[in-house]
Each structure stands twice: as structure tokens, then as C-alpha cells.
């Protein structure tokens, strides 16, 4: 739908305003004016204005972060400054998006960072081993078969499951998404979910950082893994059934990132991965899984398109590039190469 033309000539205003009308929480919502204004008062002072921006004048805001934020501040910021253009693009107010060579560029020196420690497969797989609490175990191998983000893990919802397994769809009687109909093995990630929004009857402490909705195939390994943890899952008062609850001091509630940061540590300290004040390069955290992931089946597949889907990186009209059998060719792909842990 086009936009009214009248209605843009503070673009940023306008963007703000369709968020909230989208539901967006108000701290949500200040964090994109705050950043967005910032973007603007830096392209003022270039003699720009956002609809003038070019793709330099993105380079230059992102380079300009850097050195008084942290990379991951910067990429979200980055990640603001993207949302803006493409909501903009597709109301027609602008006539194209700067940002999306500069983001592609970003997400490229993510997915090849040469200085992390290397854990190979097997080790990997002894690091599993001595991982006997069902519910550590699930997380972990479900982040390291999915390479989702810890706050994406902590947000699914049994909802967002289809594991064909009748044995769990009678004990909780729920069923999945419409989404995943016919799609058995897969789970479901959103990509539209911030902190202290209220989503499936419950606020949320942590977002999914994804630009497009994703369906993740599930291998015979993580499905045998997640209906081992289903069958001891406590009951949970939540109406949105969280996949991960805790079995501790918080009985039945959403686990949360900090949770599995926690049981991480502890299990990498266990393996001499982890060191109080190491860095990235050398601890192993819920977002290292995320990287071994990443680097493993890229290396096996050679498709990088691919894993960047699964991984959350592209947008549909990336996607919309490939065959339009898209949904099984990642499976075929996925299945085809994805690692055993066990």
C-alpha cells in the first residue's frame, strides 16, 4: 500500500507512529526514535536527510558508532536504521533501501569471525555427554542444531513445534501453528517478538532478532532429545505454553536467556571453556553454538544462502530469488548435513 505522501514529511514520525499502531512496546518504540533521530541528525550534518541517504551515507553512520559502542550495540542500531528503510520502501515513500548492502555486509563479518576457539565435532559431542539434566540438555542441543539465538530458544512456544509425535500431542492436547501444517519435524520462529511485549497471553523478557519468519527443520537426534524433555516437563501457568520451563526455584516458568548463560558456563567451565573475563574468542556461551553452527554447515553445505535462512539473516525477497520449493530444499539440504552430537 502506498503511503500518503502528506503523511512522510517527517518519515521517521510516520515509521514510529505504524509501530505503535503494530503494537510495539513503548520502551520498543523509544529505542527506535531514539536511534532514528540520531541517524538524521548525523545525515542533517552531512547535508543529507533520510530520503537522500545513499548507501555511503549508511557506511559512514555505522562507521561512526564504532569505537564508543559495542559491535553488538552497533548492529542493532544498524538493524533499526535497515527496519526503517524497508518499511519505507514497501509503503513506496522511498524508492529504495541503502541499508541492505551495508547489512549484508555486516551479517558477512559475523558469519566469518577466525578468532573463536575451535571445537571440534567430537569434542562437541563429549561436551554433550556430560549433559544429563533433560532440560540442559534439550536447550543445548537444541541451540546447537538450530543456531538460534538464547533469546529466540527461551521465546518458543509449544505452539511453534511440530514434531509428528502423537505421544506429545496427546499429553498437552495443544496444537501447533497453521504455519507448520503438513511440515512434520520442524519448529517455528518468529520474528516479531520484543522484550515486554505481550505475545501468545504472556510479556516476554527477550526479542528474536530475526528479519523473516523461519521454519527450522528438526533431525531424528533433536526430536528424540526434545520428547525425552516433554516427558518430565512441568506443567506451566503461562497460557502460551513455554517449550522451556524451568524445573527450579521459578517451577513452571519461561526459562530465560540469563538461565542457560548460566548452565552453560557451568558446563564449559567443566571443559576448560570458559574463563572468568575471557572474551568470545576463547569462552564457549549459548552464542558460540550459534557460530559452530554456522561454520559447520556452511562448510558442509557450500550454500551460504541457506544458512543464512536458517540462521534468520535474509529477508523474503532474498528467499523469493530461489526455486519455489524453497521449504524443501532446505530440509533436503539440512538433513543431508547436519552433525550428530550423540
Not at 139 to 154: A, I, N, P, S
Request: aromatic content about 10%; hydrophobic content about 35%; proline content about 4%.
Amino acid at each position: 500500500m502506498k503511503a500518503d505522501t502528506a503523511s512522510v514529511d517527517d518519515p521517521i514520525g510516520y515509521f514510529v507512529d505504524d509501530l505503535t499502531y503494530h503494537g510495539k512496546s513503548e520502551r520498543t518504540l523509544a529505542a527506535y526514535e531514539r536511534v532514528l533521530r540520531r541517524f538524521e541528525q548525523f545525515l542533517q550534518d552531512r547535508g543529507k536527510s533520510p530520503e537522500t541517504a545513499g548507501q555511503r551515507d549508511c557506511m559512514a553512520f555505522v562507521h561512526s558508532l564504532r569505537g564508543s559502542h559495542a559491535e553488538s550495540t552497533i548492529a542493532s542500531y544498524a538493524s533499526y536504521v535497515h527496519r526503517f528503510y524497508a518499511y519505507m520502501t514497501q509503503t513506496e515513500a522511498f524508492d529504495g533501501n541503502p541499508m541492505a548492502l551495508v547489512m549484508a555486509e555486516m551479517d558477512e563479518s559475523i558469519n566469518t569471525d577466525p578468532t573463536r576457539r575451535e571445537v571440534s565435532i567430537p569434542k562437541m559431542r563429549s561436551f554433550i555427554e556430560r549433559i544429563t539434566h533433560p532440560l540442559e540438555r534439550a536447550v543445548t542441543m537444541t541451540l546447537l542444531k538450530t543456531g538460534l539465538r538464547v533469546g529466540e530458544c527461551c521465546n518458543l512456544d509449544l505452539r511453534d513445534l511440530n514434531l509428528g509425535a502423537p505421544t506429545v500431542r496427546d499429553e498437552y492436547g495443544r496444537t501447533h501453528r497453521p504455519q507448520l501444517d503438513g511440515r512434520t519435524g520442524t519448529i517455528f520462529v518468529a520474528s516479531d517478538i520484543d522484550r515486554g511485549e505481550t505475545v501468545n497471553g504472556e510479556e516476554r523478557t527477550a526479542s528474536n532478532k530475526r528479519k523473516r519468519v523461519t521454519v527450522i527443520p528438526v533431525d531424528e537426534e533433536l526430536k528424540a532429545t526434545l520428547i525425552t524433555w516433554l516427558a518430565i516437563r512441568p506443567d506451566a501457568p503461562s497460557p502460551a505454553d513455554p517449550l522451556f520451563v524451568d524445573t527450579g526455584r521459578k517451577w513452571g516458568h519461561r526459562l530465560e536467556p540469563s538461565q542457560v548463560r548460566t548452565f552453560v558456563r557451568r558446563h564449559a567451565n567443566q571443559m576448560g571453556w570458559h574463563r572468568v573475563g575471557g572474551g568470545a574468542e576463547e569462552n564457549v556461551t549459548p552464542h558460540y553454538f550459534r557460530h559452530f553452527f554456522t561454520t559447520y554447515l556452511r562448510d558442509r553445505t557450500g550454500d551460504r544462502g541457506i544458512v543464512k535462512y536458517l540462521r534468520g539473516d535474509v529477508a523474503q525477497d532474498i528467499i523469493d530469488t530461489y526455486t519455489h520449493d524453497w521449504g524443501n530444499r532446505v530440509r533436503t539440504v539440512y538433513e543431508a548435513n547436519i552433525y550428530s552430537l550423540r
